[in-house]
């Protein structure tokens, strides 16, 4: 039984209630912890703002492009990330790169619940006035709360439940009209702690780390970062494009919703460290502090603040919902790919799939601490996890995407889904180029650069 037949046996393919439903829902996945956690603290970890040159260059070059492609092959196949690629081929053949997709939405899932749990934590500490800045011992409690074998594990747990129930009762307008007041929300309140934050002391240190390019310390590991970087942001080629864009109506514009996805995600990531790092060098905060800077910073900036505990609250609300919002298409991908493929409802597919992820999520939390010694690579399960998905299966995936969408489905078969309503597809002979030629071999070249081959 084919993939859609199985699909339709069950219930008609769900749809977004309306045009902008696919761009909210979208753009509620690429916004996430992946532009306000991770993203500062890579830039950190990496040596500032030549990294972000080089990321901007990736997200240009190779994330929209592929971004465009990703959506037509989800609105042409009408199928989960998996069946997708062959609906629209007719070939079996490169299904195995859908397939790698939902693998790492699986892996992604595991690690970000965990940094989920703790932004649900930390709102529930702003709430309930708790929020203290680690004033003397940066990080104390912070690194005490990770660390516990439980207390970060109940979080997580708790936000799964959550998701879960969203995602079994289908991608509804609920979160289309929760998107559609949070998103400007939260555009608003970064605006003002950017300006919050570049009006500290030593607030120009900062914004020399994050602006001021020194091209010495870029290294091959500092540019497989920065690939990473664009695809983790973006959810690029991990099927939530292919997933999302099966609901979404022939006559939405996919090159516009693309370029919409990718203004509004650099635009975060961009703001996000234009709080972060003159808040990191006036509290004298490590910036290659890893996946603590965020919780490090945000608490400090804000009991030092005029009305602080009031934006505390409404800033780790916002990055608990963005966080959701990401995690629910996560959850999503893998819960369409069972639900379709075992032909079982959404009401079993997505606790079932839920369950099975926050079990694996529940020792990445505890390499935090208990499990903290289990390494492979010099990794822990946390770090690995997010290492292998972002910086290895993402980019090789998106590898394998531009070759299908090059040479297998090919450019003109694309430009035809993308018109079949009447929408245009501007600037289609560079996007067919880069796709055909100049995305892979670049990702090989950092590959293999990586890898010291080359
Ligand atoms: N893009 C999300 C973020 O920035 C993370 C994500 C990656 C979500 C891959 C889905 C798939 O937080």
């Known amino acids: 039984m084919s993939a859609r037949n199985a699909s339709n046996s069950l219930e008609p393919r769900e749809e977004w209630g309306t045009r902008l439903g696919f761009m909210l829902a979208a753009a509620g996945s690429a916004v996430g912890l992946g532009n306000i956690w991770r993203f500062p603290f890579v830039v950190g970890e990496s040596g500032g703002a030549a990294f972000v040159l080089i990321y901007l260059a990736f997200v240009l070059l190779i994330g929209l492009p592929l971004l465009i492609g990703e959506i037509s092959i989800g609105r042409g196949g009408r199928a989960n990330a998996m069946d997708s690629y062959g609906a629209v081929t007719k070939s079996k053949k490169w299904k195995f ?22 932004a649900f934590y930390y709102f529930i500490l702003a709430l309930t006035g708790n929020l203290v800045a ?9 690194g005490g709360f990770i660390s516990d074998p439980l207390m ?24 289309e009209r929760w998107n559609n007041i949070l998103m400007p929300t ?5 605006i003002v ?16 780390f994050f602006l001021e390019p020194d091209f010495s310390v ?8 920065a690939l990473g970087q664009a695809f983790f ?3 690029l080629a991990s099927g939530v494009y292919v997933t999302y864009g099966s609901y ?6 996919i090159t516009g919703n693309a370029g919409g996805i990718v203004f509004l995600d650099v635009m975060v990531a961009i703001m996000a460290g234009l709080i972060i790092f003159p808040a990191v060098f006036h509290y004298g905060i490590d910036p290659g502090s890893g996946p603590d800077l965020v919780f490090i910073t945000f608490p400090a900036i804000f009991t030092d603040m005029p009305f602080g505990t009031v934006f505390a609250v409404i800033f780790f609300f916002f990055i608990f919902v963005a966080a959701l919002t990401s995690a629910i298409s996560l959850l999503e991908v893998v819960t369409a790919f069972v639900k379709e493929r075992f032909n079982i409802s959404r009401k079993i597919a997505a606790p079932v799939t839920g369950l099975v992820i926050a079990i694996v999520g529940v020792f990445a939390s505890l390499s935090f601490g208990v499990l903290s010694h289990v390494t492979l690579i010099d990794r822990t399960i946390f770090d690995l996890l997010d290492f292998l998905s972002a910086e290895v299966l993402l980019p090789f995936a998106g590898l394998v995407m531009s070759i299908f969408l090059g040479w297998i489905w090919k450019p003109a078969a694309v430009k035809a889904e993308i018109e079949k309503e009447g929408n245009r597809f501007p600037l289609f002979t560079l996007w067919s180029f880069l796709i055909k030629y100049v995305i892979p071999l670049v990702i090989l070249i950092v590959f293999l650069d990586s890898l010291g081959i080359i």
Do not use: C, H, T
């Open 97 to 118: 790169n859908g397939l790698i997709g939902i693998i790492v939405n699986f892996m992604i899932l595991s690690f970000y619940s965990v940094v989920s749990g703790w």
């Open 134 to 142: 680690e004033d003397r011992d940066y990080g104390s409690s912070f």
């Open 152 to 175: 970060p594990v109940v979080w997580q747990l708790l936000l799964m439940a959550i998701i879960i129930f969203i995602v079994m009762g289908g991608v509804k307008k609920g979160i």
């Open 186 to 190: 939260l555009f608003v309140l970064l």
């Open 193 to 208: 702690l950017v300006f919050r934050s570049v009006s500290l002391d030593g607030a120009g240190e900062g914004l020399r």
């Open 218 to 225: 870029i290294n091959s590991g500092v540019i497989l970062a």
């Open 233 to 235: 942001s973006l959810s």
């Open 248 to 253: 979404s109506r022939s006559s939405s514009s």
